[in-house]
């Protein structure tokens, strides 16, 4: 299954051009496709078939980019993996209505999955969509927090980042017939996997690569957001600290690192990071075993050691 | 059924307060209701029941309010039944995610209609989504066209207005066990009655009463909107005369309906409103004869005459 084939025969060019076009265009700036391989390799992994699953999958991938479009809207963000975002692109308005589309684009590809799998499908995703939505608002809430607590982090990455994974691999799982407690085990996999690659995501910001990483090292500490390292560094008495107003953003940079070096904030994040991938892989137990499970624990292996 | 009893039932007061509150404040703005009703009395006009039909007849409401939010955004509207707008009273982020948000509410709601009903009530509803955004878009469009026709005119409200009045009747109609062609009849009549309450929309902003209207005449004339009635006179050979830039609204209304005066605009509507109107009328003709479809039979009569 060549998921990128798939999502490029989904067709854009037709009338009004003002509203598809940007749709087509945020779906063609790749990605890595997690979701919909993960929704496919549930199903697969349960003896499903994939055609079967493929218009969740897609449905999956273009919420996903619905939701990418209007956070770059409310975050202001003028680039997305290296392309002028679409409210820079065309302007605000279409960004907002053509993210419109796109979830209604999202809902019409799920009303193909087999009829009989249908409503509890419908179920899944509006529960994930919701949760997404609260995610995005408890990190907006957060800013203007100095009170928040690392649980309640956690909470919020769980709603923003792991039930998309989550949702992927139940209705991949649900409609390749798992039954309900090995849905909720590969469920509970995808919940534990996004927190691993979340933390992940805030470690990269800080101690990655900017050549491997893709993106611009240190803006998470210019931006003086909340991340599990600013939480971890906060909880141990330093807010004061991370809350200093440095003009510089290098000069910014070396002191809030050397304080997360002095707290060791960083091997707090390893250590949250092994738990939620041995969390991940203790899921993976109950499942068959094959193949597909296999690639499974690879995955949350390898997101755990991650570098890109 | 007290269609206002029961979206109140509707629960906004869980967290977080910042995504469910402006839901909240949305739908307790009231307005007619119109679409939810509708759903209900098609279902009744066939025999079926309104628990059944009560979801989908939610969701409508639900959905119609959210594209009234995200266009006020668009339009920078900033007053809406009375009340501050959404983007105005908090922000336009707010505005944009508990807009989101709405939509993925009408579609919980929809998930609840009878399972065996489900598969095509959501491909009715996602179609008529999707119209809606297209009409939107168009709209936006016409704004900077001088060479927009009548017809393309009639689509475009066609699609932003019409088609949700028409899949509110279909959707009950066909949850109430109404037949396929009974279906496409009750879909005609409301795209009709949808044509000929937006041409009556445009009549109103020129020569409504500002106290019965309830809201400020002329407004469509100020912005040099391409209603119905500015068509007619374009297609007239009137255009230029339109075009005209007058820096006073007063002065500007008062030319501008002289000109529809000389090229009797106002009989064009007029006459376009009664042929709807009675189009609609006869897609009734082939229904079941009962007090059902007398009140629709009324409702299509009184919109063509309405003052407010």
Redesign the interface.
């Known amino acids: 299954m060549d998921i990128n084939a798939e999502i490029g025969k989904l067709d854009w060019s037709h009338?009004?051009k003002?509203?598809y076009e940007p749709i087509g265009y945020t779906l063609a700036a790749g990605g890595k496709r997690v979701r919909p391989r993960l929704a496919i390799l549930a199903a697969q992994l349960f003896g499903g078939k994939v055609e079967d699953v493929l218009p969740a999958a897609l449905a999956l991938e273009v919420f996903h980019n619905f939701t990418l479009l209007?956070d770059d809207?409310?975050d202001k963000a003028t680039v997305r993996r290296g392309r002028p975002t679409v409210h820079v692109k065309w302007n605000e308005?279409t960004a907002?209505?053509s993210?419109?589309?796109m979830?209604?684009?999202a809902?019409?590809l799920l009303?193909q999955v087999p009829?009989k799998k249908?409503?509890k499908t419908?179920?899944l995703f509006?529960k994930m969509?919701?949760e997404i939505?609260?995610g995005?608002?408890?990190d907006?809430?957060f800013e203007s927090r100095d009170d928040v607590t690392i649980p309640e982090y956690m909470e919020m990455i769980r709603l923003k980042t792991s039930v998309l994974l989550a949702t992927a691999l139940q209705i991949g799982a649900y409609i390749g017939y798992a039954n309900d407690e090995q849905q909720k085990k590969i469920y509970e996999y995808g919940i534990h996997v996004g927190l691993a690659f979340q933390i992940q995501d805030d470690m990269l910001d800080c101690y990655g690569d900017e050549a491997t990483f893709g993106k611009a090292i240190g803006g998470d500490i210019a931006e003086n957001k909340k991340t599990y390292l600013w939480l971890t560094a906060a909880a141990k008495g330093a807010k004061d600290e991370l809350a200093m107003r440095i003009e510089s953003r290098e000069e910014r940079f070396k002191r809030v690192m050397a304080v997360y070096k002095r707290l060791r904030v960083k091997a707090a994040a390893q250590k949250e990071i092994a738990k939620q991938t041995d969390a991940a892989l203790a899921c993976l137990e109950d499942l068959p075993k094959n193949e597909y499970t296999k690639q499974l624990r690879d995955l949350a292996r390898k997101l755990a050691e991650r570098s890109k």
Chains 1, 2 share one sequence.
């Open positions: 009338e009004p003002g509203l209007h809207v409310m308005n907002i209505l993210g419109d589309q979830m209604i684009e809902y019409k009303s009829e249908l409503a419908l179920r509006n969509a919701t939505c609260e995005q608002q408890y907006v809430d």
